[in-house]
């Protein structure tokens, strides 16, 4: 960022009496100097490589849990077919339950 656009922006700021949008501007200027002025290009490197890391693990971690949540979901599901398997080799009908008491009153 050029110090002239910056400057016009904090003139902005100023005009506009809004003191958030300053503050992001001068902690975004200090940080753009902080990261590229003062770094060496194996710093900027080594921190680049260090936050793609930490993006691609958080993404597979999520990836991870939605499989093993489909996972769980099939086994659900591979329950119910055999469940119906079963109660239809026993000559049971369909959606009946089982687990039911029978009433003898």
């Known amino acids: 960022m050029r110090t002239a656009d910056l400057d016009c922006k904090i003139n902005n700021a ?3 009496n809004n003191a958030t ?5 001068v902690v975004l200027n200090f940080v753009v100097d902080q990261l ?9 490197f080594s921190l680049l490589g260090a936050c793609g890391a930490a993006a691609l693990m958080v ?27 079963k109660k239809a080799q026993l000559g049971l009908p369909l959606g009946s339950d089982t687990n039911k008491p029978s009433s003898t009153l």
């Open 21 to 25: 949008h300053l503050k992001e501007i």
């Open 14 to 16: 100023l005009r506009s």
């Open 36 to 44: 590229y002025k003062n770094m060496s290009s194996r710093a900027k």
């Open 59 to 85: 993404w597979y971690v999520h990836m991870k849990q939605e499989w093993e949540r489909e996972k769980m979901h099939q086994g659900v599901l591979k329950d119910i077919e055999r469940q119906e398997l």
